[in-house]
């Protein structure tokens, strides 16, 4: 296995580096955008409005619930996922602060 050498980063920049894993392929965006425009969703929903596999959707929806941006609760054969609102307010204030600190100058 090869060292990510993220322990020789700041806490905050590693944390920013897991909450774009959120954002890093077209589907979970999709599926984000899906859970933020219907509050919460059941993963059955997902396969009939995206392109994907029920394997591919779940493995999604694995990942950003290991980021932690999503939480889901098991009702009987279902599960019904939502926003993590602490750490979507998080991201977004990350976000926010980083992408506030450019500035336009003269270069390149």
């Not at 599926?31 to 219907?38: P, R, V």
Request: with cysteine.
């Amino acid at each position: 296995m090869g060292l990510t050498k993220s322990e020789l980063f700041k806490k905050r920049q590693n944390r920013i580096a897991v909450l774009a894993k959120a954002f890093d392929h077209p589907a979970r965006v999709a599926i984000l955008e899906y859970i933020l425009a219907h509050e919460t969703c059941i993963c059955n929903d997902l396969v009939d409005v995206l392109p994907l596999s029920q394997s591919t959707i779940t493995q999604h929806l694995k990942e950003l619930k290991q980021i932690g941006i999503i939480k889901g609760e098991v009702e009987g054969p279902k599960v019904n996922y939502c926003i993590d609102e602490h750490v979507w307010e998080e991201a977004k204030d990350m976000f926010i602060t980083m992408f506030s600190k450019f500035v336009k100058k003269n270069c390149c």
